[in-house]
């Protein structure tokens, strides 16, 4: 959505996601804010500072007379941008005591008022580049926010001491609403999918394009934690013909025998959240799993993964409306359970609460072309080896997602609020 046209002023929105990032973080401490649990998983610190230096590089760097706030940055908070320079390598991020949280707030609030400052005078009317690159710097910033979650709440889960990442969770779903076992059935023909029209989109979204759907069948709920734990029942993680080469090798090599989370104590389970460890809930949907847990849960089913067209056909006649971080955070750090929301339309959940696996590639849409410059490795770079994921989770904000919104990881990957919707032929 534009900055010029949306009801609230550049600043606000830029003021109200700055401090929603604040917000998210205001339970981590110097030294929460400073530890690295895996090579794909960033310090806390990092991510404060990673988004501030998005906005210094791209946008602050148009502005006439910009000196860097402190040079060293540009290496330090570079992720992978290698037209920018060289970025310090990501697996370290965790050894990089300083700059202190400390300081990173500091430069947080040094880019703040000078792009404020920038935009006061004039900065998105002279340059409209500028504008679209601020909300760019807005999208990536929410991006960022969810993996700050996932990314802490990774490091929290090994320690013993299971450590609440917001002490009134987020992902801690009360057993109330029963899942929906029905399906919705969906006509053979010709869809568009991909961004249309004026709002915010990423340029993998783009170009809009015809695709030819099969009649096929999506369930109404997403997998819930009590299904998942009856494929686990059924030894889902002991039978090879279940898994997918490389998830039955990733299976042995790594000792996988639940989802990341979940712990067995005699009968009874649980899983770490948010808000630290608690008791299984059986109605949430499932979360944390890889694309191999959820190609595999989807065979022992009898179903199979939607391809990303299937999904985005279905999502186009849906409310975008959900469980997001923003409207389960609305009242400050503790969700209250009565700001959970269903969504419109036959499908439950299909925005917000988990990500749903698609069997997808996340591969270029016919015609995509990566922008010219820096801005352009943002995507395009990635698109090798991994599959889309769609709708945002609990984690994502609801005014960071829709229906054509294309998230990617890797097969193996477990630490994201990712989980199952099953498809079949109609
Ligand atoms: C789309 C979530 C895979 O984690 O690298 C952050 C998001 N892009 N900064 C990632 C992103 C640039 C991206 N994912
Ligand atoms: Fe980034």
Same mark, same amino acid.
């Given at each position: 959505?534009?900055?010029?046209?949306?009801?609230?002023?550049a600043?606000?929105?830029?003021e109200?996601?700055?401090?929603?990032t604040?917000?998210?973080?205001?339970?981590i401490?110097p030294e +929460?804010?400073?530890i690295?649990?895996?090579?794909n998983?960033?310090?806390?610190?990092?991510?404060?500072?990673?988004?501030?230096?998005?906005?210094?590089?791209?946008?602050?760097?148009?502005?006439?007379?910009?000196?860097?706030?402190?040079?060293?940055?540009?290496?330090?908070?570079?992720?992978?941008?290698?037209?920018?320079?060289?970025p310090?390598?990501?697996? #370290?991020?965790?050894? #990089?005591?300083?700059?202190?949280?400390?300081?990173?707030?500091?430069?947080?609030?040094?880019?703040?008022?000078?792009?404020?400052?920038?935009?006061?005078?004039?900065?998105?009317?002279? +340059?409209?580049?500028?504008?679209?690159?601020?909300? #760019? /710097?807005?999208?990536?910033?929410?991006?960022?926010?969810?993996?700050?979650?996932? +990314?802490?709440?990774?490091?929290?889960s090994?320690?013993?001491?299971?450590?609440?990442?917001?002490?009134g969770?987020?992902?801690?779903?009360?057993?109330?609403?029963?899942?929906?076992?029905?399906?919705?059935?969906?006509?053979?023909g010709?869809?568009?999918?991909?961004?249309?029209? !004026?709002?915010?989109?990423? !340029?993998?979204?783009?170009?809009?394009?015809?695709?030819?759907?099969?009649?096929?069948?999506?369930?109404?709920?997403?997998v819930?934690? /009590?299904?998942?734990?009856?494929?686990?029942?059924?030894?889902?993680?002991? &039978?090879?013909?279940?898994?997918?080469?490389?998830?039955?090798?990733?299976?042995?090599?790594?000792?996988?025998?639940?989802?990341?989370?979940?712990?067995r104590?005699g009968?009874?389970w649980?899983?770490?959240?948010?808000?630290? $460890?608690?008791?299984?809930?059986?109605?949430?949907?499932?979360?944390?799993?890889?694309?191999?847990?959820?190609?595999?849960?989807?065979?022992w089913?009898?179903?199979?993964?939607?391809?990303?067209?299937?999904?985005?056909?279905?999502?186009?006649?849906?409310?975008?409306?959900?469980?997001?971080?923003?409207?389960?955070?609305?009242?400050?750090?503790?969700?209250?359970?009565a700001?959970?929301?269903?969504?419109? /339309?036959?499908?439950?959940r299909?925005?917000? !609460?988990?990500?749903?696996?698609?069997?997808?590639?996340?591969?270029?849409?016919?015609?995509?072309?990566?922008?010219?410059?820096? #801005?352009?490795?943002?995507?395009?770079?990635?698109?090798?080896?991994?599959?889309?994921? $769609?709708?945002?989770?609990?984690?994502?904000?609801?005014?960071h997602?829709?229906?054509s919104?294309?998230?990617?990881?890797?097969? +193996?990957? &477990?630490?994201?609020?990712?989980?199952?919707?099953?498809?079949?032929?109609?």
């Amino acid at each position: 959505m534009s900055l010029l046209t949306e009801p609230q002023s550049a600043t606000d929105r830029f003021e109200r996601v700055r401090r929603f990032t604040e917000q998210l973080t205001a339970n981590i401490g110097p030294e +929460d804010s400073t530890i690295q649990s895996m090579a794909n998983a960033s310090p806390v610190k990092w991510h404060l500072a990673h988004t501030t230096w998005f906005f210094e590089t791209f946008v602050l760097s148009r502005v006439g007379g910009h000196e860097p706030i402190d040079p060293a940055f540009e290496s330090l908070f570079n992720s992978y941008y290698n037209t920018v320079g060289v970025p310090f390598p990501r697996p #370290l991020r965790g050894v #990089l005591s300083r700059p202190t949280l400390e300081q990173v707030h500091k430069y947080r609030r040094a880019v703040d008022q000078r792009l404020g400052e920038a935009i006061a005078e004039g900065l998105c009317q002279r +340059d409209a580049g500028a504008e679209r690159i601020i909300e #760019l /710097g807005l999208q990536h910033e929410q991006q960022h926010q969810e993996l700050i979650l996932t +990314d802490i709440k990774h490091a929290f889960s090994i320690n013993p001491l299971q450590p609440a990442v917001l002490p009134g969770g987020l992902d801690n779903e009360p057993a109330s609403e029963t899942p929906d076992d029905g399906w919705t059935s969906y006509q053979e023909g010709r869809r568009e999918i991909g961004h249309s029209g !004026d709002c915010f989109a990423y !340029d993998n979204e783009s170009p809009r394009h015809p695709v030819w759907l099969s009649p096929y069948r999506l369930k109404n709920s997403p997998v819930t934690c /009590g299904e998942f734990l009856a494929f686990i029942a059924d030894d889902g993680y002991r &039978r090879p013909e279940l898994w997918l080469s490389e998830g039955w090798n990733t299976v042995q090599a790594e000792g996988w025998s639940s989802p990341i989370y979940w712990r067995r104590d005699g009968d009874s389970w649980s899983e770490f959240t948010l808000a630290g $460890r608690v008791a299984l809930d059986l109605n949430r949907p499932a979360t944390h799993l890889s694309y191999f847990e959820a190609d595999a849960y989807a065979r022992w089913a009898g179903a199979r993964l939607p391809t990303e067209a299937e999904w985005e056909a279905a999502a186009q006649m849906q409310a975008v409306e959900g469980n997001f971080a923003d409207v389960l955070m609305a009242d400050g750090l503790a969700p209250h359970p009565a700001a959970r929301r269903r969504s419109g /339309g036959p499908l439950h959940r299909l925005f917000g !609460d988990s990500w749903e696996w698609t069997s997808s590639s996340y591969s270029p849409y016919p015609g995509y072309r990566p922008p010219a410059g820096a #801005l352009g490795e943002y995507n395009g770079k990635f698109m090798c080896n991994q599959y889309v994921l $769609r709708g945002g989770s609990c984690a994502t904000s609801s005014d960071h997602i829709r229906p054509s919104y294309r998230n990617f990881f890797a097969a +193996d990957s &477990r630490w994201q609020f990712a989980g199952v919707r099953l498809a079949a032929e109609a």
